[in-house]
C-alpha cells in the first residue's frame, strides 16, 4: 500500500538506535513521509502555541480518541512497511491488554549503562555507571480507516557517583489518523519535560543539567483527487528553558525561551502506485520571548524554503521520501544577516532480503543557539542504518551517522560522528533484552573557536518487561 494513499499508516520507527529511544516513534529523517513531524533543540522551527492551550488540546484530543474507540479494532494490525525492525512477531511481541475497542501497551525498563566521559570534556574525563528506569504506557485504537494513541513514557537515570548528572525526561503524547473520503486527517500533540545534553554545543556547563519543556501540536490534511496529491500542513510549539546553576553564577536562560510556527502545502502527481513526486513551500517563523539575549543579539526569524521530493513504496521492498530543495532565512538582527542555503533530508529503507534491511538517511536544518555571534547552527547529517534477523527472536543493529555543524557568522565547524552496535533479544511476549554499544565524537575547528572536544564509548544492557 503506497504511502500517499489514505488508508491510515503506522508510525515509522528508526532503523536502530535502540537504547536511545524509550518511545519509539518515527525516524529522524522520515517524519514528513508519514505526517508526523518532530521539533528538536536544533530545530529552526518556531513556535505560537502557549502551553495551556496545548495541555487543554490534548485533553480534547484523549476525548476525540476514546469516541474513536467505539469503531470495532478486531483487526488490531496496520498495513505496514514490513521491514526488519518493524515485522510483527505472533507469540513474541506483546498482545497488549483490551479495554473495550482499544488496546492498552504497558510496558517497564531497567537499564544499566556504562559512560567513560559523562560530561563530555576530553580535558577532565570523568567515567560512571547509571540506573535507569524506563516506563512507558500506551492506549490505541486502529482500524483501516483511523489510528488514535495517547500515551506517556519517563526516562529516570540515576548515577553511581556523578549525581549532578542526575535527570528525569517525561514525555506525554497523543495522535489521531482518521480518512475522510479521498483525504487522510492526522494530527499530534506532544508535551515534553527534558534535559539538555552535555554533547550540546548549547551547554553552559552548569552544575546540573539545564532542564527544559517542548510542547508542540501538528495537523495536517492529504487529499487526493485521482492522481493528484495535495497537502495542508501545520505545527506549532515552544521551548521554555529553566535557568542554569554554574560555579560562577545563575545563568538566567529566559532569552532561549521561544514559540515557532511551521506551515507547509504540498502538491504532487501519483505517477504509479509505487512513486510519487511533489513539490512544496514551508514557511517557518521563530519568535523569541525576549527581543535580546544576555549577549545583546535578536535572534527571532522567520524563513521559506520550496522542496522538490518523491515518496516510494515498492511493494514494501523498498519505501521512504526523499527531497532537495533552498531554505533563506532572515534573522531581525542586522549583525546576522541572512542565510541562504541549499536543503535536502529523508529516508530509505531497502529490504535486502526478508532478514536484512538497510536505511539510508540524510538532513540539512538551520537550528538555534547560544555561542556569542553565531545566528545559528546549520546541521548536516549523513546516516546509514542496517537491521539483521539472526534468528526469529533476535535482530542485530548497526547504525553509523557522521555531519558537520556549521556556526553561522562565526569561524567555527564542528564534525559530528555517532556509532551503534546493538542487538534486541526477544525472549517471550512478556520480556526482552536490549543491548550494545555507543560512540561519540566531536572535534573542533579551529580548536581556538572554544566549545569542547569529546569523544564517548558507552555500554549498555536493558530489561523489559511489557504486556
Known sequence: ??????????????????????????????????????TGEYSGLNRLLPSVALRVSVAFIGYVILMLSGENTAAQQLERRDTVAERYRPGLDADGVPLGGMRLYPDLGV????????????????????????????????????????????DITRYSDLETEDYEDYRFWGLGEK??????????????????????????????????????AFLSYTHRPGRLLLRLSGEFGNFDFDNTATSGGVVNNDDRDRDFMNLGVRGGLVLSPDYA????????????DQSLDRFGFSRSSDGTEIRLGALLDFTG?????????????????????????????????????RMTTLTFGASRE?????????????????AFGAN???????????????????????????????????????????????????????????????????????????????L
Request: proline share 2%; glycine share 10%; hydrophobic share 35%.
Open 1 to 38: 500500500m503506497s504511502n500517499w494513499n489514505t488508508k491510515v499508516s503506522p508510525v515509522r520507527y528508526s532503523a536502530g538506535k535502540l537504547a536511545r529511544s524509550v518511545n519509539i516513534t518515527c525516524s529522524r529523517y522520515h517524519c514528513d513521509a508519514v505526517g508526523i513531524r518532530t
Open 111 to 154: 537499564e544499566l549503562r556504562s559512560n567513560d566521559n559523562v560530561r563530555a570534556n576530553n580535558q577532565a574525563k570523568l567515567s560512571d555507571t547509571a540506573m535507569r528506569i524506563l516506563p512507558e504506557i500506551r492506549l490505541e485504537s486502529r482500524t483501516s480507516r483511523h489510528r488514535a494513541e495517547i500515551g506517556a513514557n519517563g
Open 179 to 216: 480518512a475522510i473520503g479521498d483525504g487522510l486527517l492526522r494530527g499530534e500533540i506532544r508535551i515534553n519535560n527534558l534535559h539538555e545534553d552535555r554533547t550540546s554545543p548549547n551547554d553552559v556547563r552548569g552544575n546540573e543539567l539545564t532542564q527544559f519543556n517542548q510542547d508542540s
Open 277 to 288: 513526486i511533489y513539490a512544496e513551500i514551508r514557511s517557518t517563523e521563530t519568535d523569541y
Open 317 to 353: 521492498q523498498t519505501a521512504g521520501e526523499f527531497y532537495i530543495g533552498h531554505l533563506d532565512l532572515d534573522f531581525d538582527d542586522p549583525r546576522f544577516g541572512d542565510v541562504s542555503l541549499p536543503s535536502f533530508g529523508g529516508e530509505i529503507s531497502w529490504n535486502v532480503s
Open 366 to 382: 538551520v537550528g538555534g543557539t547560544t555561542i556569542i555571534g553565531a545566528a545559528g547552527i546549520t546541521s548536516t547529517r549523513l
Open 388 to 466: 539483521h534477523e539472526l534468528l526469529r527472536n533476535l535482530v542485530l543493529s548497526i547504525d553509523f551517522e557522521i555531519g558537520d555543524d556549521e556556526f553561522e557568522n562565526v569561524s567555527r565547524n564542528d564534525d559530528v560522528k555517532e556509532f551503534e552496535l546493538g542487538g534486541r533479544y526477544l525472549m517471550n511476549r512478556h520480556l526482552q533484552l536490549i543491548f550494545g554499544y555507543r560512540y561519540r565524537d566531536r572535534e573542533i575547528s579551529p580548536i581556538t573557536a572554544g566549545g569542547r572536544v569529546f569523544e564517548i564509548d558507552e555500554f549498555f544492557l536493558r530489561a523489559v518487561g511489557q
